[in-house]
């Protein structure tokens, strides 16, 4: 890690506002335990949907962002999906509608009796009608990539080969055993959420911390600093 930079990277949250919470609070503890260090806070990506509270969350940490330039987001594939839905793409809404889009959309103040009445035409009219514009113009300027040192952050990993400034943008939302399966060097050691797992999974190339906090009710984070690692969940 860059000397004197403190990173806490947090996995894949899912509309659960109240772990969030939780884990934010466990990284204002550890950080003034610490000797003073600059504090970059990286959100993963996969705020949204299968959660109760993906408004909350987005709005959390649009918050975050607009008050500390230390905050940064990346986007995630479901990220990706809700704008696509938003803006009327049907291959999108059809996804969003299966991977947990209701639960987003009752977020935002759809009531469950009317969301079980809409098509898909008139879920992306209301998408659009109810998801604040600040929403979607924060989610919509997320990161891609985050490097840092020896270190690179991504939501599902990199396509190995490639060099980080020339993968592709889409992959780096959804790609899964390429990045798994590889077991090799890579450019960096890379952070990555996206594909859930029991523990965090720490490896020589990658490390996973992506615990599936919308089912298992734990939220995990990454400390890095200096040659130093630490793994804590909710």
Known sequence: MVPGLRVYAIGDIHGRLDLLDAILTRIEVDHAARPPAERHIIFLGDLVDRG????GVVERIRQLGASDRRVHCLMGNHEEIFLRAIDGDDKALRLFCRIGGRETMLSYGVSSEDYERLDYNEVAERLKAVVPHEHQLFLSNLKEIMVLGDYAFVHAGIRPGI????????????IRDPFLDHR??????????????????????????DTGAYQSDRLT???LEDQAREIFST
């Open 52 to 55: 109760p509270d993906s408004a």
């Open 163 to 174: 060099p980080i400034a020339e993968q592709k943008l889409t992959e780096t939302r959804w």
């Open 184 to 209: 090799a060097p890579l450019e960096k050691m890379v952070v990555h959420g996206h594909t859930v797992a029991e523990e965090a999974e720490i490896l020589p190339h990658r490390i996973g911390i």
């Open 221 to 223: 984070a990454l400390m």
